[in-house]
């Protein structure tokens, strides 16, 4: 008996039955109330009035001056450009990667990028192997003559390598200078 008056004081039987025919209850949302931060106590001494711009440009901050950096690729090809200029004795030049890839060039018509880059690759490899297999130390240059001029192999640091090509009269002291200097400002870009 004090289950039912129990049942009955909170809920009858007709609203039991209206609930149980219900298809969905759906409960209301939680709102939680924004409490207001206290705002510092500033005496009125200390209160100071925004200043006023005299002009709509005042308003307007000025945009950034944003340099962009060239890419990795102009970089380079700069640098190929400026050893073509810096020594006119040097016909032909390309950058190309320790696995065969030209990475720049600077090759008259006819001579293959591909080509000049796979057989760069293997000389190279070739060159430090025969170095360190004949107590040579570390390679620094592959030089190459032959009837008609010069191939000349250079490391651009520790992931390229300078490829030149000069003819039979170049001055190849000066023409190793050059690519020098070059395959330096490469291994900088190249980081």
Do not use: H, W
């Not at 065969?100 to 000389?123: C, H, K, Y």
């Not at 023409?175 to 395959?183: G, H, K």
């Amino acid at each position: 008996m004090a289950d039912d008056a129990f049942g009955d004081f909170f809920m009858g039987d007709a609203d039991d039955e209206l609930l149980d025919e219900e298809e969905e209850f759906v409960p209301a949302p939680v709102v939680i109330p924004a409490v207001p931060l206290a705002a510092p106590v500033v005496a009125p001494s200390e209160i100071i009035a925004p200043e006023v711009p005299s002009s709509m440009s005042d308003l307007v901050p000025p945009a950034p001056t944003v340099t962009a950096q060239p890419s990795r690729e102009l970089r380079l090809a700069d640098a190929l450009n400026q050893l073509m200029e810096d020594s006119q004795e040097i016909l032909a030049a390309a950058l190309v990667s320790l696995d065969g890839f030209t990475m720049a060039s600077a090759l008259p018509d006819g001579m293959q990028e591909d080509r000049v880059g796979a057989m760069s690759a293997a000389i190279l490899g070739l060159g430090e192997r025969a170095a360190a297999e004949l107590g040579r130390g570390q390679l620094s240059q592959v030089f190459i003559e032959g009837d008609s001029g010069y191939v000349m192999l250079i490391a651009a640091g520790q992931r390229a390598v300078l490829t030149c090509l000069a003819d039979k009269e170049a001055k190849l002291g000066l023409v190793l200078y050059d690519m020098r200097a070059a395959a330096g400002n490469i291994a900088e870009i190249l980081g």
